[in-house]
């Protein structure tokens, strides 16, 4: 399932890389998106520790941007 | 007779040119977009204290990183990090006895940068006195249309030996492979979304079926006995463990200067967990120094295919798991944090300083895992749910220079 959607979703990027895309934000335009409240991983260290209580207390793992090590977590 | 099949294949071979064309159009496509060259990423150092206390698990310790460029095109970052850990959790309190370990953590990283592309490299080693782990990593993160779209692939190579205190002779080797893809897109000016695809090969090496490498070595089962009450036996698990997992992550700029964080995750595993989790976060700066946040999370997840709390008999089944975290369950996360900005000028040598504190709360409720701390007063298999609240917190500082 999971597959299958992000099979899709390449497919939709792919169609979207053959037409003549402009950047539709131009770099002046990108006062907000440079803003540190509009980070994703605004201090690394505090996330990742973050995700390593995550990893030690639910099965799920990975597909939230973090890079992995090994968790140490038996 | 050979007209057709001669057609046939005449189509098949333009079919097939078509097909390359095209790919390669999308290539051209791809590599030709014009784009602004990347940035390395800030350099930094942070000092970070961490706290986790919940279901009798205290663990604390601190946590270092400092990143440095070398030259205009290469950063390199180091990461120490400890876990200091008293356990009298309830696998603990209900199977052993209470135990006070240490984890070490230490990791270099690198990355280049070549134009619109960035090539990271990194090692992760960690120990502890019954688990060592080594993971080497790769990407190459490329970014498209003026910066508006970056792309990333990474794969990981981890090795890892799993111990036992009790057995000075038990060792598994586990090895473990994760691959990913990365893509982030600016949507519009007040837009941000990213998408993350990890693929996880967990393998153990060279075990007799009767051994098991995946599990908590510790860790037992129970089943019924015939008198009714219950007896345990060790746990068994696959030798193997594939994952896939996707999450989409949004940012978007409130009108006025705030921000709101949308994330969802959809996992699922060969051992038949199926998870996910959806997160909302809102981040208010105040004046120029303060930065506020609030945090909800939920999370659930089903039950490993040979999980059970309590198996009919010994032997039930070929694979036996009792840990409750392969169990169905689901948790709500709240979170508070506050980032204070440091006067410039405070601390000489810095050009930017921040003091954070942050602290989530975790409730658990498990659907299928039995709290039997009190064992004389409960019918086996009616001892009630075990639910697990914990306190996590993060202090730090951070500095830019």
């Known amino acids: 399932m999971i597959l299958r959607r992000l099979t899709l979703l390449a497919l939709l990027f792919c169609i979207a890389a053959c037409s003549p895309i402009k950047p539709w934000v131009k770099p002046y335009e990108r006062q907000k998106i440079a803003d540190e409240i509009m980070s994703f991983e605004r201090d690394p260290i505090a996330d ?25 977590c038996n | 007779m050979r007209a057709k099949p001669r057609a046939a294949a005449m189509v098949h071979r333009e079919v097939a040119v078509a097909v390359t064309k095209r790919v390669l159009i999308l290539l051209l496509c791809l ?11 800030d350099e930094r150092v942070d000092v970070l204290y ?19 460029n070398v030259g205009p095109s290469v950063s390199v970052a180091a990461n120490y990090y400890v876990d200091m850990v008293s356990s009298a959790s309830i696998d603990v309190v209900t199977q052993g006895s209470k135990y006070s370990e240490e984890r070490k953590e230490a990791s270099l990283s690198g990355k280049y940068l070549i134009d619109r592309s960035t090539i990271s490299l990194g090692y992760v080693g960690s120990k502890e006195n019954d688990y060592d782990a080594k993971t080497f990593s790769f990407g190459i993160d490329q970014s498209f249309f003026g910066d508006l779209t970056t792309l990333g692939l990474g794969v990981s190579f981890g090795d890892d030996v799993v111990g036992q205190n009790t057995d000075p002779t038990f060792s598994r080797d586990l090895q473990r492979r994760k691959y990913s893809f990365n893509a982030s897109q600016i949507v519009t000016k007040n837009l941000l979304a990213s998408l993350s695809f990890d693929s996880v090969n967990d393998q153990c090496l060279d075990l007799t079926e009767e051994q098991t490498c995946l599990n908590n070595p510790y860790r037992s089962v129970r089943y019924m006995t015939e008198s009714g009450g219950y007896s345990y036996q060790a746990e068994l698990y696959p030798h193997t463990r594939n994952s896939d997992a996707l999450g989409i992550r949004a940012i978007y700029y409130l009108p006025y200067r705030a921000s709101i964080r949308a994330e969802a995750r959809q996992f699922s595993d060969s051992w038949g967990i199926d998870a996910d989790n959806f997160e909302l976060r809102y981040l208010h700066p105040y004046r120029e120094q303060w930065l506020f946040e609030v945090k909800y999370r939920i999370y659930s997840q089903t039950g490993a295919d040979f999980y059970a709390d309590l198996f009919p008999y010994k032997d039930a089944q070929n694979y036996l798991a009792r840990d409750k975290e392969l169990s169905p369950f689901s948790s709500n996360t709240f979170g508070l ?10 601390i000489p040598w810095f050009d930017k300083s921040t003091a954070n504190f942050y602290w989530d709360r975790f409730d658990i409720d498990y659907d299928d895992f039995r709290d039997l701390r009190s064992p004389d007063e409960y019918a086996t298999g009616d001892e009630p749910l075990y639910s697990l609240q ?12």
Do not use: M
């Open chain 1, 48 to 72: 990742s520790y973050l995700h390593h209580v995550y990893d030690a207390r639910e099965a799920a793992r990975g597909g939230d941007g973090a890079s992995g090590g090994g968790c140490g």
């Open chain 2, 31 to 41: 590599f030709t977009a014009s784009a602004q060259a990347a940035v390395l990423p």
């Open chain 2, 50 to 68: 961490h706290g986790y206390d919940g279901g009798g698990v205290q663990v604390d310790g601190p946590s270092i990183l400092v990143r440095k």
């Open chain 2, 337 to 346: 944090g506050v980032t204070y900005k440091i006067p410039a000028g405070l």
């Open chain 2, 390 to 401: 914990a306190n996590v917190f993060r202090i730090y500082l951070s500095f830019w220079y």
